[in-house]
């Protein structure tokens, strides 16, 4: 391991050139184990149209850099940094449900870690690089609405409080790319601790690589995970490890849960192994709140409906459990044994993360026995009215907490006004057994209930202004979506209900 200290070339700790970062890739020493060493292939007159200057500066980068052209030429994938060894990760999957026993970074391509300001690992990770040794039969690069949406999203979920990789910068190319229809490309340049997956252990363990199961994890363990690093027994250090793993895994989803947010294709190769939301394909935010909503038009079964998410969760951290039993306990019974006691931790864990979010959601500070019956009501009214996810909640927040002050904002989302009006009425008794103050219910409530999401229809118009040449429609959108509890009332339009045209958009795999 190379100096645990940020190399940065000015005594604020900002570089203002990606060259003079000290780039480190670990798994490269390994040989191809873990993935190859693979530079990505320039793209065509690339130009970098949106650079995250505050992530930049988390990140030791001067947000000066911006202005540079070798910034923009790296982060196309046009020249690799100084000293940095590029690398593609291979990983497996389960893919609907379906083992896919060859997958990897098709189209991503790490240049490497990087020490931020905190002295935390981050990967510089290129979507839309070029081929890579596992692109297989597809072209290794990622057109610009894909990238958009990507970019937007992890931004947006970041802002929420939601565990996601992050978006550095997003370059454009006039190359075409062809998907149902030719589009162009575009490369993003995202960030994350780790990119390591569950198939990232799932492919090593149907090869029978048991041997390489651990140097894997123990980088992991070593580097992201502090508490599991400090148990010296070396099981039960792993054991603690997929502990987190659970738990990390049963939170995010508890928080995706509580902004109507689903994520689409919740493969194994597109969950993270430290519980981060990772890979942004045909996600969405819900508008209408409908439990069994599928996000992704290509999942005819709604294996990935918003409602299976909980139950997606446990079932892919089952498969991780298994490729990693080896690591458990020295003979397969008793590591079978571990791994099923660790994974029944994670519906206890799920339901707790849930009712916390939704507690603070219904403005509730203590908890009591029929909280889940009272938010299930309101779930089962809004269901049946069809009312905006964000919106009720956001209006309830709104909502004065006695009922002399009337019902509005909240009764305005249904159509039954008299349901929704029953229901406040049980809500506000519960409030008083609180006892919280107005203004403190509502700060609490507005901190839980966002304003703005990014519903589909948003992320269709910035798109459809980038591929004219004008992103300063996602500009303002990212900006906005920086601050999605503030009521920013010069902004009021993007927390409207979607206009009729939206019904129409439809978002599959395609990206
Ligand atoms: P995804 O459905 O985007 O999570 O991708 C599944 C697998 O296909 C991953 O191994 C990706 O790297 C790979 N992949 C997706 N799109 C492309 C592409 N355009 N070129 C190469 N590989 C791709
Ligand atoms: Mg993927």
């Known amino acids: 391991m190379a100096s645990t200290q940020p190399d940065r070339d000015d005594p604020q700790g900002l570089t203002s050139t990606l060259d003079a970062l000290t780039w480190h890739q670990p798994l490269a020493r390994y040989g191809q184990t873990y993935g190859r060493e693979t530079a990505p292939t320039p793209l065509g007159s690339p130009t970098l149209e949106v650079f995250n200057s505050t992530l930049a500066a988390d990140l030791g980068i001067d947000p000066a850099a911006e202005s540079r052209t070798d910034t923009a030429e790296i982060l196309a994938g046009g020249r690799v940094p100084e000293g940095a060894t590029p690398f593609a990760q291979l990983y497996a999957g389960h893919q609907f449900g379906v083992w896919v026993p060859q997958l990897g970074d098709g189209r991503a391509i790490s240049l490497g870690q990087i020490r931020d300001r905190s002295g935390r690992f981050r990967d510089i990770q290129l979507k839309g690089a070029g081929l890579t040794p596992y692109s297989r039969t597809a072209d290794g690069r990622a057109v610009l609405r894909s990238t958009i949406r990507e970019y937007l999203a992890s931004e947006a979920l970041h802002a929420l409080g939601i565990p996601t990789t992050r978006a550095l910068s997003l370059c454009a190319s006039p190359d075409p790319v062809y998907r149902e229809t030719v589009e162009t490309a575009a490369v993003l340049a995202r960030v994350a601790p780790s990119h390591i997956r569950f198939g990232s252990f799932e492919v090593l363990f149907y090869r029978k690589q048991f041997a390489d199961l651990k140097p894997l994890a123990d980088r992991l363990i070593e580097d992201h995970f502090p508490a599991a690093a400090s148990v010296s027994d070396p099981q039960d250090r792993y054991a603690a490890w997929v502990g987190e793993v659970?738990?990390?895994?049963?939170?995010?989803?508890?928080?995706?849960?509580?902004?109507?947010?689903?994520?689409?294709?919740?493969?194994?190769?597109?969950?993270?192994?430290?519980?981060l939301t990772i890979d942004y394909g045909p996600y969405g935010f819900m508008d209408a709140y409908e439990p069994g909503w599928i996000c992704?038009?290509?999942?005819?079964?709604?294996?990935?409906?918003?409602?299976?998410?909980?139950?997606?969760?446990?079932?892919?951290?089952?498969?991780?459990?298994q490729a990693i039993l080896p690591l458990l306990a020295?003979?397969?019974?008793?590591?079978?044994?571990?791994?099923?006691?660790?994974?029944?931790?994670?519906?206890?864990?799920?339901?707790?993360?849930?009712?916390t979010q939704f507690r603070a959601k219904l403005g509730l500070s203590s908890r009591q026995e029929q909280d889940g019956e009272l938010l299930d009501d309101l779930l089962a009214l809004m269901a049946r009215d069809k009312a905006d996810f964000t919106r009720s909640f956001r209006s309830l927040s709104d909502t004065p907490g006695q009922a002399d002050h009337g019902n509005a904002p909240f009764h305005d989302e249904f159509s039954d006004r008299e349901a929704a009006a029953r229901w406040l009425a049980r809500w506000r008794a519960r409030l008083e057994q609180d006892g919280l103050s107005e203004q403190e219910r509502q700060g609490r409530m507005r901190a839980a209930n966002p304003r703005y999401v990014l519903r589909n229809y948003l992320a269709q118009q910035a798109i459809e202004a980038a591929q004219a040449g004008d992103f300063s429609v996602m500009q303002r959108l990212g900006r906005v979506l920086e601050r999605p509890f503030d009521e920013q009332p010069e902004h009021a339009e993007l927390a409207r209900l979607p206009p009729d045209w939206a019904r129409h958009i439809s978002v599959s795999c395609s990206s």
Not at 246 to 275: K, P, Y
Not at 335 to 355: C, D, H, K, N, W
């Open 296 to 321: 992704n038009h290509t999942d005819h079964i709604g294996r990935y409906a918003y409602d299976q998410q909980p139950d997606v969760g446990l079932w892919n951290l089952s498969r991780f459990v």
């Open 330 to 355: 020295d003979e397969p019974d008793p590591a079978v044994e571990i791994g099923q006691s660790l994974l029944e931790a994670y519906r206890p864990r799920f339901v707790t993360a849930y009712m």
């Open 246 to 275: 659970i738990e990390r895994t049963a939170d995010l989803i508890a928080r995706w849960q509580a902004v109507g947010f689903c994520h689409g294709v919740m493969n194994t190769d597109n969950m993270s192994a430290l519980g």
